[in-house]
């Protein structure tokens, strides 16, 4: 099992930029094969899939709703995490989470309920 840590969120006006980390510990998620994922809720609504990053970092995917304006990168040396977020809108508040699979081969899940390990979250404001 790894422990996940968020931080980065705030409080943004509509076009500006946040960063995101997730620390992870318990584990080396290099050696350990970890692929990584960003997924957000908003109130009242599901749990949905933002970002992933296999064990390596040669696999990503996105969001249509995402794309072109997040980046999800990791150091594996750092055990950390990252998302960062440009271009944001109202519509990207929410609370991001990250979570750890064990994948040491193939591409990130997409799929939540594939995730067994999650962080406590962090809130992600952004004001029209």
């Known amino acids: 099992q790894v422990q996940l840590v968020e931080s980065g969120g705030g409080l943004v006006q509509a076009g500006g930029s946040l960063r995101l980390s997730c620390a992870v510990s318990?584990?080396?998620?290099?050696?350990?094969?970890?692929?990584m994922g960003w997924f957000r809720q908003a109130p009242t609504k599901e749990r949905e899939f933002v970002a992933a990053?296999?064990?390596?970092?040669?696999?990503?995917y996105y969001a249509d709703s995402v794309k072109g304006r997040f980046t999800i990168s990791r150091d594996n040396a750092k055990n950390t995490m990252y998302l960062q977020m440009n271009s944001l809108k109202p519509e990207d508040t929410a609370v991001y989470y990250c979570?750890?699979?064990?994948?040491?081969?193939?591409?990130?899940?997409?799929?939540?309920?594939?995730?067994?390990?999650w962080g406590q979250g962090t809130q992600v404001t952004v004001s029209s």
């Open positions: 318990g584990r080396t998620i290099r050696s350990y094969g970890y692929a």
């Open positions: 990053i296999s064990w390596n970092g040669g696999i990503t």
């Open positions: 979570a750890a699979q064990y994948r040491p081969l193939g591409a990130p899940s997409r799929e939540r309920n594939e995730y067994p390990s």
